[in-house]
T-cell receptor
């Protein structure tokens, strides 16, 4: 069974640009959650999507948004990039959300 | 609201020694508790989970954790450390009514000396 797949693995952007990250969950998983990992703030929850609806949201500005498609694949978008957005972005999927989450290897985003 | 505190950002043990990584949680509802491990340039791998069944939970790679409600703790242990255990370990909590929202501790980096 294929795991959670995140693309791309690495991205370099400049301030002010926007970026879209993609996550393909494990087959059959309907919940997809996104996390930001930085050395200073650690792992922080961004949002969760379940059956194409945002079910939970963390404390991030509106520049961070996401969506989920009917096949459960999810995308995360960050607009007007700032230097502080440099981080490892992790996606996790689970059957129903309360079940253990399985993580992808992340997308490392660097802002110049 | 839920929160997690991991005591010790760095722990160093000798190969073959006991591994003990500490985690205390705060939750207003019965929690689901997890331990994850992260190797360099990789995502998080689930070691074990507590979901209100047995208080002593066995996980992969010889790790186990004990849920102690009176101490609000969920410490991770392994009787004998191996060099391959060197990694960063995260304790996480979620509430049953919070869906897929995990709250993580700050992580503990485990070093294993030969």
């Amino acid at each position: 069974k294929a795991g959670v797949t995140q693309t791309p693995r690495y991205l370099i952007k400049t301030r002010g640009q926007q970026v879209t990250l993609s996550c393909s969950p494990i087959s059959g998983h309907r919940s997809v959650s996104w996390y930001q990992q930085t050395p200073g703030q650690g792992l922080q929850f961004l949002f969760e999507y379940f059956s194409e609806t945002q079910r939970n949201k963390g404390n991030f500005p509106g520049r961070f948004s996401g969506r989920q498609f009917s096949n459960s694949r999810s995308e995360m978008n960050v607009s007007t990039l700032e230097l502080g957005d440099s981080a490892l972005y992790l996606c996790a999927s689970s059957l129903e959300g309360t079940q253990p989450q399985h993580f992808g290897d992340g997308t490392r985003l660097s802002i110049l | 609201a839920q929160s997690v505190t991991q005591l010790g950002s760095h722990v160093s043990v000798s190969e073959g020694a006991l591994v003990l990584l500490r985690c205390n949680y705060s939750s207003s509802v019965p929690p689901y508790l997890f331990w994850y491990v992260q190797y360099p340039n990789q995502g998080l791998q689930l070691l074990l989970k507590y979901t209100s069944a047995a208080t002593l939970v066995k996980g992969i790679n010889g790790f186990e954790a004990e849920f102690k409600k009176s101490e609000t703790s969920f410490h991770l242990t392994k009787p004998s450390a191996h060099m391959s255990d060197a990694a960063e370990y995260f304790c996480a909590v979620s509430a049953g009514n919070q869906g897929g929202k995990l709250i993580f501790g700050q992580g503990t980096e485990l070093s294993v000396k030969p």
